[in-house]
């Protein structure tokens, strides 16, 4: 038995928590999911890599029987990682099946969508595309909406690859001029994993933190990116 209270509509305060990566070693995502259930939060982020390979039914059983004690009460909200697309079709059917937005398109949803809390909208975005299509024009639109909601202060984007990174995979020259649109728009923070580290920091008019340390091996610092302002 558990308890959840929906978004406010007006401005309160709020709290969530931002997590990913807890792929590949159930032990020390259970050990997280021990820290999170201790801390008071509305709603739940995670920016991607649930699992080893998303088309696995066995894995998707393993992570939401560890995430129970989080899901039983709080709202997750998720950006798919590339693991998630591991096994083709079957691997996004299986994340649509679990975590598709609320908004569709004639009735077919995507790998991205938005949703408001209180005086703050997300967007969360599939990162591994590759920008030249469906996904960029809706976020364009989605941004442009934005700028006109009433009571909207912050805009947070969240998607598995950010734009920097001073981890192994660096940051991620999919989204090209992506970048200069959320800035443009006023997205204040990016949240993003896929390098299994924390980090801060901010390029291009953008603060960004990576936090993808929920349970996949720990990676060590590879690079010394200019906009690197804290890495662990």
Known sequence: VGHFTTAPVDARPFRFIVYGDSRSDEAAHAAVVRQIAERSADFLVNTGDMVYRGSDPQEWDRFFRTEAPLLRDRCSFVAVGNHE???????????????????????????????????????????????????????????????????????IAVLHHGPFSSGPHHGNLRLGSVVQ??????????????????????????????????????YPREDRAPQTQRFE
């Not at 569709?104 to 949703?115: Q, V």
């Open 85 to 155: 697309l591991v096994g083709g079709r079957d691997g996004q059917v299986a994340f649509l099946k679990y975590f598709a937005p609320d908004q569709a398109d004639g009735g077919e949803h995507h790998l991205y969508g938005t949703f408001r809390w209180g005086n703050t909208r997300f967007f969360l975005l599939n990162a591994m595309d590759e920008w030249g299509g469906r996904e960029r024009g809706w976020l364009e639109d989605a941004l442009g909406t934005a700028s006109s909601e009433v009571g909207l202060v912050p805009r």
């Open 181 to 218: 649109m959320l800035r443009d728009h006023h997205v204040e923070l990016v949240l993003a994993g896929h390098d299994h580290i924390y980090e801060r920091g901010e390029g291009a008019g953008l603060k960004y933190v990576i936090s993808g340390g929920a349970g996949a091996p720990l």
